[in-house]
């Protein structure tokens, strides 16, 4: 079993639609999660990070549930420009091991 | 503010011939450094990483190597590169362990 695992998709919606990832990690020592997007030949941007009490950044929410070791990306009215992969990020436990998911593929249609 | 920069962009190799890509970082000090390698199509996968200044932490075997001989400089260097060593490699920062990585724009590198 894969430490991060994700949906790999692709998700294919019309703009306006909301979209959920969910992300699920077998490490309970696990203090750190984030979620990062890639776009085509690029290297991964940070896009939040998840706190347990769930936050939120404009259309992006986020949500960490430590009993069932998942955490979600919740995106609303979806753009063309949020068309990209989005990577779940856990820390592993130790310091420096960070592990990424394979990432979730996401195409916004006109 | 902080920036990283990593070069060179593509580069395009001979079997057996060696390597060396650098990273650098600005706007802070005692970085965090990290290289990773992501293959076509597939998630991203820790080599080296680095607390400070000759602290190398290796996390998989390879024929690959890395140097700090600077805060803010990282080096991933390797003597004889094989087909396999082919991928996006990305150089990374952050503050502290456990808080988020910042990457660079990554080299290509194909192997031929």
């Known amino acids: 079993r894969k430490e991060v695992e994700q949906d790999p998709g692709p998700f294919n919606v019309p703009e306006g639609a909301t979209v959920a990832f969910n992300c699920t990690y077998s490490?309970?020592?696990?203090?750190?999660f984030f979620w990062y997007r890639q776009d085509c030949r690029k290297e991964p941007k940070l896009l939040m990070s998840v706190y347990s009490s769930g936050n939120e950044d404009g259309r992006f929410t986020a949500q960490l549930n430590r009993a069932s070791q998942y955490i979600s990306l919740l995106i609303r009215d979806s753009k063309l420009s949020d068309s990209a992969t989005y990577l779940c990020?856990?820390?592993?436990?130790?310091?420096?091991?960070?592990?990424f998911g394979a990432g979730t593929r996401l195409t916004v249609k006109p | 503010s902080q920036t990283i920069h990593q070069w060179p962009a593509t580069l395009v190799q001979p079997v057996g011939s060696p390597l060396s890509l650098e990273c650098t970082v600005e706007g802070t000090s005692n970085p965090n450094l990290y290289w990773y390698r992501q293959a076509a199509g597939r998630g991203l996968q820790l080599l080296f990483y680095s607390v400070g200044i000759g602290q190398i932490s290796s996390e998989v075997p390879q024929n690959l190597s890395a140097s700090r001989p600077q805060d803010r400089q990282f080096i991933l260097s390797s003597k004889k590169l094989l087909l396999s060593d082919s991928g996006f490699y990305l150089c990374?920062?952050?503050?502290?362990?456990?808080?988020?990585?910042?990457f660079g724009d990554g080299t290509r590198l194909s192997i031929l």
């Open positions: 490490n309970s020592a696990s203090q750190s």
């Open positions: 990020v856990v820390n592993r436990g130790s310091n420096n091991d960070m592990r």
């Open positions: 990374a920062w952050s503050s502290l362990p456990g808080r988020a990585q910042h």
